[in-house]
């Protein structure tokens, strides 16, 4: 079984995140990068099948785009235990939306063999959550979204991947064969964190850099001018008011019905 | 020169950086409470491979250096001491002896347990008659019948009573020297053992989820290939074994004394009063920055220690600096942070109130304050009187 997992830096979840006023895209530079937390599941999950599966050509292979700061958490990623990296990395990159991301994401997969691509269903920075769709579609292949379980089962060949998708109601059980594209979401298992053997080990793994031409990427495909999509304006969200305390003194319920209604919330 | 840490070092610091904020640090209130031994957070230390950090992978270990175990200890400490101080005595005082002067067969036995974090091991030197004098160790062993058979007790042991404390090496008077003076060993005990028996967890004002008790020796037998280094060497090699623990002390007194200045910075800009968030009150401001200085003062006080002990170079002195000033302004700051945070200050529910019951064990475990001057006054030659 041949994993690759789809793997975002972004901004530290605990920092102030910002956009840069030059182009409105996320500013980067300013702080700590960190991996999207929903990937460290799909990390997790990755090598929860890889080490089922077992057998020494079962992989688990990030896939990044980012700039030259997300080898920062490529090498995390390594250190939970991956056993190589693909780091998509180009200036012309810089400002890709949605749609040209997936289109970068699915010429690099192309560069590598794969039965299962694994994603977080969304991230932290942009909260889309259409990458995995979008990356199914343009592979044209199984798309097993928003998964709480997987369960991989048949061998060589016929492989057959079975998930539990998370609904608002409760959830679907999906199946489709590989190749396939899985999303999981946070209640699919706990990461690991990495050992130090695995920092150590990190060090001697191969990590490959991509330009977009070594990815067949086309230059017009990709980037901030040709994006699809593009911010129009921002402004920073209002600082928090102090809020109303309500004292129960015996008519407390009511008194948080009115608020509610007040509000519009009911 | 260069004082920043290697990539292998800094990945590991933020490594444990997470873990203790993200596990350790919500549930240090509840076991800080109960006193209860964290053994499911132990359970994924082990995992994480920190009871191994020091030791070379041949015996179970992680391939680390000593210093890589202070960097963890350091940031576990920043989230809860007792957690941090299960790891320190676990890895520096309950499995190094075994390292340093255990033989072959002694460390290929017990090593890959203690490195996996299935088991505890515990070092007993202290007696119930004085730490501080460890030279007058009262505990006795002889040899009846090929076997060492242990009497005495020992007082203030870490990690010497949890459902997985495997080992207590101990120090014992073995026979009397040329001189006329003690000759002490040190005994491995593999507990549980007869004729040993671990009292019940002391009730102390700080470090409440560690393990601390006294122990019983009542002719305890265990085999003679269970004497640990050179018959008589023992309080030597024990001591030694404290001179490299002072440096972890010492980190693990600068990830409290960094916690404080954390939890300060954050609640000073949230508390208001008289109008304005007191963070813009110098009073305030100036004391957290005094904070922040001594714990950056006192962590290069431990990096340099760790820097001469890697490289080979004596650091006995370096230690003891580095231990005293370190406890010492881990309390300062523990003091300093409750006053910032007023009465919270004294309220259970926030992390500098723990930090400051938990800060004054510093000063005494692993050799009092005291002791570190008088050691680092004889470094410099002088002779004060003891
Ligand atoms: C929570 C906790 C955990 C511990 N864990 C361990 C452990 O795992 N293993 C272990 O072996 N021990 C352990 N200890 C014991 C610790 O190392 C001793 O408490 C410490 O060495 C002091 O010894 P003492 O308590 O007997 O005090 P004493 O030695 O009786 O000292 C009392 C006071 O007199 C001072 N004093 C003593 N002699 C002199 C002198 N010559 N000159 C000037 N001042 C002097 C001391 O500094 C101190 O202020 C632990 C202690 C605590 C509190």
């Known amino acids: ?266 | 020169m260069d004082v920043t840490l290697g990539e292998e070092h800094e990945a590991l610091r933020r490594t444990v950086e997470e873990f203790a904020r993200e596990v350790v640090a919500p549930a240090a209130p509840g076991f800080d409470a109960t006193g209860n031994f964290p053994y499911e957070i132990v359970r994924q230390m082990a995992d994480m491979g920190l009871f191994g950090l020091p030791f070379p992978e041949c015996y179970g270990g992680m391939g680390g250096d000593y210093f890589a175990l202070c960097l963890a200890i350091e940031e576990l400490a920043r989230a809860d001491s007792s957690v941090a101080i299960t790891l320190e005595a676990g890895v520096g005082l309950g499995a190094m002896p075994l390292y340093r002067f255990g033989n072959e067969e002694q460390k290929s036995h017990w090593l890959p347990r203690l490195c996996s974090g299935t088991a505890l091991g515990a070092f007993g030197l202290t007696e119930p008659g004085g730490g501080s004098d460890a030279g007058g160790t009262r505990t006795r062993a002889e040899i009846v019948d090929g076997e060492w058979v242990i009497n005495g007790s020992k007082a203030f042991i870490t990690n010497a009573g949890t459902d997985i404390t495997e080992l207590v090496s101990v120090t014992a008077v073995t026979g009397q020297r040329a001189d006329g003076r003690k000759e002490i060993s040190a005994l491995l005990v593999p507990v549980p053992r007869a004729g040993f028996t671990a009292g019940p967890p002391y009730s102390k004002v700080g470090w409440h989820a560690s393990d601390t008790r006294e122990l019983a020796f009542e002719n305890c037998r265990v085999p003679a290939a269970n004497l640990l280094g050179e018959r008589g060497r023992g309080y030597a090699n024990f001591l030694s074994i404290l001179d490299e623990g002072r440096i972890a002390i010492a980190a693990l007194a600068v990830g409290l004394a960094q916690a404080c200045v954390d939890a300060s910075v954050a609640f000073a800009k949230e508390r208001r009063s008289m109008g304005r968030a007191i963070a813009s009150y110098q009073a305030i401001a100036f004391s957290i920055a005094d904070m922040e200085v001594r714990a950056h003062t006192a962590r290069l006080a431990y990096y340099a220690a760790a820097a001469r002990l890697l490289a080979g170079q004596p650091f006995k002195k370096e230690a003891a600096m580095a231990k005293l000033y370190a406890s010492e302004i881990a309390v300062t700051n523990a003091r300093a942070a409750t006053q910032v945070h007023g009465g919270y200050g004294v309220i259970n529910d926030y992390p500098v109130a723990r930090h400051w019951r938990d800060s004054k064990i510093l000063e005494i475990g692993e050799g009092t304050s005291e002791v570190q001057r008088i050691l680092i006054a004889r470094e410099l030659g002088l002779r004060p009187s003891v």
């Open chain 1, 1 to 266: 079984m041949k994993i690759v997992v789809c793997v975002k830096q972004v901004p530290d979840t605990w920092a102030e995140k910002r956009l840069a006023p030059a182009d409105s895209t996320v500013d980067r530079e300013s702080v700590d990068g960190v991996i999207n937390e929903l990937d460290e599941y799909a990390i997790e999950e990755a090598l929860r099948i890889k080490e089922s599966a077992g057998g020494a050509d079962s992989t688990v292979t990030v896939l990044t785009m980012g700039p030259e700061k997300a080898t920062e958490s490529i090498r995390k990623a390594l250190s939970m235990g991956a056993d190589a990296a693909v780091h998509l990395l180009d200036d012309a990159l810089h400002g890709s939306d949605a749609l040209q991301t997936s289109y970068a994401l699915a010429q690099a997969l192309g560069t590598l063999e794969w039965d299962l691509v694994v994603l977080g269903s969304e991230s932290t920075d942009a909260r889309m959550s259409v990458l995995p769709a979008m990356l199914a579609e343009r592979l044209g292949v199984s798309q097993l979204t928003f998964a709480r379980k997987v369960e991989v089962a048949g061998s060589n060949g016929s492989t057959t991947v079975r998930i539990e998708r998370l609904t608002e109601a409760g959830y679907d059980v999906i199946e489709g064969s590989t190749p396939a594209v899985i999303s999981v979401v946070e209640k699919i298992n706990e990461p690991r964190y990495p050992s130090f053997k695995g920092i150590m080990a990190a060090k001697k793994k191969p990590l490959t850099t991509l330009t977009i031409a070594d990815a067949g990427i086309e230059s017009g495909g990709v980037g901030l001018a040709a994006a699809s999509t593009a911010v129009t304006g921002f402004t920073e969200a209002p600082p928090r008011s102090a809020g109303t305390i309500v004292n129960d003194e015996g008519e407390g319920g009511r008194k948080l019905a009115e608020f509610l209604a007040a509000k519009k919330f009911v």
